[in-house]
């Protein structure tokens, strides 16, 4: 296990949910014993566990075993890594937070992130919260309830913040945000179908195109409607 490359190659199973990245792991001397999130330094025989987010490799092998030879920088036949493995779908930049820094106001492609977009979540949230998931386990999020339940989670944290002035409020639960979201979009004549047409001259959006056929005047400001102009909502 001498050559970065062999001990990174043992991660193939390594859990997605785990912390800390596999190149990481194995640049610091460790590879994977296939149980749990436990590595084992290929010098000392160091087993490490139990990762959390924010470990370090290199910190963590050196806080637990000082007296690896490797850590203290002898050589000890260590070959590293001449290229990107192909498992590393995403460039890892190194710690955590420098991972997030690279990432910092790159839009991201995932169509999941998209749909919850659409959904009117705020996008800097958004954003951030998927591109968390990706430095913490190297995977995008795979459904649209699993992002929901991060981005719920993050904000329930702390159900109380408070204003410029030092005054204390509650949040609006994320879900209920969400179902009110969803209402809006909806026809304020049958609530059943999406608002799909804008009247003209009033510039109101109330209805959906069935409902709008039977109208002459805006159910919202009672102004007379002259046209009727068909509109898509993302």
Not at 29 to 44: A, E, I, M, P
Not at 96 to 104: D, H, N, W
Not at 106 to 113: C, G, L, N, R
């Amino acid at each position: 296990m001498c050559r970065e490359e062999a001990r990174l190659d043992t991660f193939q199973s390594w859990p997605p949910s785990a912390p800390v990245r596999p190149r990481e792991l194995s640049q610091a001397g460790f590879y994977y014993t296939n149980s749990r999130d436990r590595v084992k330094c290929f010098c000392c025989g160091g087993v490490r566990g139990n990762w959390k987010p924010g470990d370090e490799a290199w910190k963590e092998h050196e806080r637990h075993f000082s007296h690896c030879v490797f850590i203290l920088g002898h050589e000890v036949g260590n070959i590293p890594c001449q290229q990107s493995p192909d498992m590393d779908t995403v460039p890892y930049m190194g710690p955590y937070e420098e991972c997030l820094r690279s990432f910092a106001g790159q839009q991201h492609p995932s169509s999941v992130v998209q749909r919850v977009l659409e959904m009117g979540f705020d996008a800097a949230e958004v954003e951030r919260t998927a591109w968390e998931r990706v430095c913490k386990t190297g995977v995008e999020y795979d459904s649209v309830e699993a992002l929901i339940s991060d981005l719920t989670r993050a904000e329930s944290e702390s159900d109380e913040t408070q204003d410029k002035e030092g005054r204390t409020f509650t949040k609006e639960d994320p879900m209920e945000k969400l179902r009110k979201l969803q209402q809006e979009k909806l026809c304020k004549v049958c609530m059943d179908k999406n608002i799909a047409i804008v009247f003209i001259p009033c510039g109101h959006l109330v209805t959906c195109k069935k409902c709008s056929e039977v109208l002459s005047k805006c159910p919202i400001c009672c102004a007379p409607i002259i046209q009727k102009v068909k509109t898509y909502l993302s």
